[in-house]
């Protein structure tokens, strides 16, 4: 079946970086849109970022906008989240999801499939 590992998830203090990865396995990975989505307990899952399937297009909430960049590496079945200046608000599980039809991408029910999560906890 098709998995998404995620990776890269630590604790770190405000204001410094993490990058996320996660790889995919056992889908044709150059024809999925992929996001990144983050989740607190209680709370409902929210979006984080975007790219389409050729890395020509990526969304971002405004939240992490100028913080944070999604990116791909089709070869590699590896799509990225470099997080900047992280805040503690930042504090979340950070999942990666896949796409394949044309749809909104910061909605998280149009996605086929998520990873398990990776932690991300950022100390004031």
């Known amino acids: 079946q098709v998995q998404l590992v995620e990776s890269g998830g630590g604790l770190v203090q405000a204001g410094g970086s993490l990058r996320l990865s996660c790889v995919a396995s056992r889908l044709t990975f150059s024809r999925y849109n992929m996001g990144w989505f983050r989740q607190v307990p209680g709370k409902e899952r929210e979006f984080v970022a975007a790219?389409?399937?050729?890395?020509?297009?990526?969304y971002y909430a405004d939240s992490v906008k100028g913080r944070f960049t999604i990116s791909r590496a089709n070869s590699k079945n590896t799509v990225y989240l470099q997080m900047n200046t992280l805040k503690p608000e930042d504090t979340a599980v950070y999942y990666c999801?896949?796409?394949?039809?044309?749809?909104?991408?910061?909605?998280?029910?149009?996605?086929?499939?998520w990873g398990q999560g990776t932690q991300v906890t950022v100390s004031s």
């Open positions: 999801a896949a796409d394949l039809r044309p749809s909104i991408p910061t909605v998280a029910s149009t996605y086929d499939y």
């Open positions: 790219i389409n399937w050729s890395g020509e297009s990526t």
